[in-house]
């Protein structure tokens, strides 16, 4: 025969049921809602998914910021701009699919821009000049690797992909942007010492309104062009006067593109890639 057991023990086995009993309770409870529940989906947008419909100007594309970059990775001879012009703005735009392609390009595998050093050392003496007018810049573009302009040819074959027309070239026809010098088979960037770049407002950060969005490609991005008013053309030649003081020159059909007039590759074609 057990023995019977006292009251306080029954008491006691009884508060340990009621313990276990709510342990196990909270353990359901714990699994049914982190790991039983549905996630909640986060639409993820980008850039050139929402630009498809043209009404976004390109200049409204979010800034992405460069992380730092080891610049002893880089051939003799170039430097990041970053590293010689730390408040210049960068918006590498072959980096993002937010461009004329709608497409990440081939040799971009950072948002860094790279010039030749004596040619970030001359945007820093434009950008010095533009500073005390109450401008700073923002760059676009700079040293291309030779592959990403094949990929800029490869893509123009392929006359049935116009994905970013309505936005950077809605005026002609795709098969025309060879023959009208838009796209060229080689490009000065290559040989590092070419950057593209805007103005912005020093207090703001703003972009200066320039009649034309970078890439853009129509007669309204030429210099000299009387489609944009009189206080846009006075931006585009603030912006020329400072590079052409500081050893740059222009080009006649693109406002934001210049090329270092002396410069140190002249007949040399880089294709390192971009980190
Ligand atoms: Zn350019």
Redesign the pocket.
Same mark, same amino acid.
């Given at each position: 025969m057990p023995p019977k057991q006292a009251p306080e023990k029954q008491n006691y086995k009884r508060v340990w049921l009621l313990f276990l009993y709510f342990l196990i309770l909270s353990a359901a409870s714990f699994v049914f809602v982190h790991l039983l529940l549905p996630k909640p989906v986060v639409p993820i947008t980008s850039p050139a998914a929402s630009s498809t419909t043209a009404t976004a100007a390109p200049d409204s594309a979010p800034v992405p910021t460069p992380a730092p970059a080891d610049a002893a990775l880089l051939p003799d001879g170039f430097v990041y701009v970053s590293d010689i012009i730390p408040d210049a703005q960068i918006d590498i735009r072959y980096y993002s699919a937010y461009n004329f392609f709608g497409t990440r390009i081939d040799g971009y595998e950072a948002p860094q821009a790279i010039l030749t050093k004596e040619a970030a050392l001359a945007l820093k003496t434009a950008s010095t000049i533009l500073a005390k007018q109450g401008y700073g810049i923002k760059i676009f /573009?700079a040293y291309r690797p030779l592959r990403a302009v094949d990929h800029f040819v490869s893509w123009s074959q392929d006359l049935t992909d116009t994905k970013m027309k309505a936005v950077f070239y809605p005026n002609l026809d795709k098969s025309a942007l060879f023959n009208q010098g838009f796209i060229a088979r080689k490009?000065?960037?290559s040989r590092g010492s070419?950057? /593209?770049l805007t103005l912005v407002h020093l207090i703001s950060g703003q972009e200066v309104d320039m009649g034309s969005s970078f890439d853009f490609f129509g007669e309204i991005s030429h210099h000299g062009t009387q489609l944009i008013t009189n206080q846009q053309t006075q931006s585009r030649n603030i912006l020329r006067d400072a590079m052409a003081a500081a050893g740059f020159a222009p080009?006649s059909k693109?406002w934001?593109?210049y090329c270092l007039q002396n410069e140190p590759y002249p007949d040399q074609y880089f294709d390192f890639v971009i980190r």
């Open positions: /573009d490009s000065g960037h070419t950057a /593209d080009y693109e934001w593109h």
